[in-house]
Structures are given as C-alpha cells and as structure tokens.
C-alpha cells in the first residue's frame, strides 16, 4: 500500500550538533505534516507544508518539501537536550493521513 | 479552543477481560475522529476513524471494536483482550475538511494486558 518513510529511524547527537531526518513517498503528498512526541507523551503537530518547495522555520527547526511533493525534510540547527523525542512527517497520499515510522532523536549533553 | 479528552491514563487489565476506552473532544463540531495504537519505541498504528456519528473505518483486522455514539465521542472496546493488545493507545482529531488535515492527539492510555 501507500507508504510514507522516514530515515533514519534512530539518531545520537552531541548536544550543539545539528540533525536532519528524511521523509520519502513514492507517491505525490497534498501536504506534508511534522509532529514531535516527547517520551511518555503524545504526537504534538509541529507544522505544515503545502507548495511545492515550500521552506518554513521555527526557531531552530527547519522544514522543507520537496518540488516534486514527495519527499520532505526537518532540520535541527545546535540542538538542545530539549529537542530530544520522536519527529514524525505525516503526508496524505490519498484522502488519509499516513504517518512515516518515526525517527527518534537522542541528545547527550 | 478544542481540548481532547482521553481516559483513563494508565490501564492494567488480565487477559480475556473487556475494554473501554474513550475519548471526547471539545470546542468543535463534526471532527474527524481516529483510534491509534502505538507499541514501545514503534510508529503509529491506525486503529479506527469516524467522519461521523456511527460511521467507522477499520484500517486493519484486530480483537478491538471502535463506536462514536456521539458527534464528539469516540470509544474504543473489545470483548476480551489478548496479549498482544498492549500498547500505548491514542485518540486524536482533525477538522471536517478532509482525512489530509493536521490532527491533534489526546494524551493516550497506556494498557498493559497480563
């Protein structure tokens, strides 16, 4: 079926390094979505992208989509002991959302 | 503001005993509904979703059963647990545009099944 996925599916960084996880379809998104689940807690919506090439910042947080609209990307620039979680892409191929697997950030201090 | 309601948090039940799970929204009419089930360290698994009253999709064949008996009430149940039904569940809702909307979860159940 339709999937969304998403490397890598762990990542270990140096407090103050930066990080970048991948979200690919092999089909055409309407829109792709970024969440971040803290542990023990629940997928929080982080953003939106719609247009093809679309880029969008927060903070420290860079999201981009792709011309195409299949693939999507979520840059950390220095990352914090607080940026430490689950980043998951969610694009809708169809009619529904579909998450990609996750990829779990891990900060040393 | 729309809040999302889920209980209870935590959940310790036997095997082949019933399930009760539910979820209530606030602050919006007509949302699109959906159940999750998310094992330890593990993506998110579709469960159940609702564009209405007593309108369910089942994404995959599992022990679980999902009801909206309400507009903004989802309840998730099963007849008798198995093993394998442990997980973190979640519920979350999205507004009536479209499957393709942002979707804001609840903070979840975490059911341990002995």
Redesign the interface.
Known sequence: GQQVMQIPQYQHVQEGEDFTTYCNSSTTL??I?WYKQRPG?????LI?LVKSGEVKKQKRLTFQFGEAKKNSSLHITATQTTDVGTY?C?G?PG???T????T?LMVKP | SQTIHQWPATLVQPVGSPLSLECTVEGTSNPNLYWYRQAAGRGLQLLFYSVGIGQISSEVPQNLSASRPQDRQFILSSKKLLLSDSGFYLCAWSGVQGGSQPQHFGDGTRLSIL
Do not use: D, E, I, K
């Open positions: 309407s829109n979505q807690g629940h997928p929080v919506f939106q998951f969610a809708a009619n529904m959302l998450f990609g697997g996750g779990r």
